[in-house]
Nanobody, 126 residues
Framework: QVQLVESGGGLVQAGGSLRLSCAAS????????MGWFRQAPGKEREFVAA????????NYADSVKGRFTISRDNAKNTVYLQMNSLKPEDTAVYYC???????????????????WGQGTQVTVSS
């Protein structure tokens, strides 16, 4: 069992920045791949970014590429999502997720992830 707790969401104006954090329990965090997803009202959950266990490979949705950066600190069991140049269409609940089986992966597919956090709200005003 892995527990994930997101933080860092909030209300920001368009063009602003936020940094989301996701703290994970478990002794083997450094072997897990991690992902960020988001879900806006009335829409399906969508992939945002993912990072493999070592941090050496990342994957981004086209809609956030060049604006968002995923990173991790394995010593702190934490993964981050730095979000810059935010747009109103980035408004959503953001979830972090862990893939405990495929540590090398940077999957875009939600079902590949085994545990999910409770989510943190990000609201971008125009």
């Amino acid at each position: 069992q892995v527990q994930l707790v997101e933080s860092g969401g909030g209300l920001v104006q368009a063009g602003g920045s936020l940094r989301l954090s996701c703290a994970a329990s478990g002794r083997t965090f450094s072997s897990y791949a991690m992902g960020w997803f988001r879900q806006a009202p009335g829409k399906e959950r969508e992939f945002v970014a993912a990072i493999r266990w070592s941090g050496g490979s990342t994957n981004y949705a086209d809609s956030v590429k060049g604006r968002f950066t995923i990173s991790r600190d394995n010593a702190k069991n934490t993964v981050y999502l730095q979000m810059n140049s935010l747009k109103p269409e980035d408004t959503a609940v953001y979830y972090c997720a862990v893939d405990i089986i495929r540590g090398w992966s940077t999957s875009r597919i939600p079902v590949d992830y085994d545990y999910w956090g409770q989510g943190t709200q990000v609201t971008v005003s125009s």
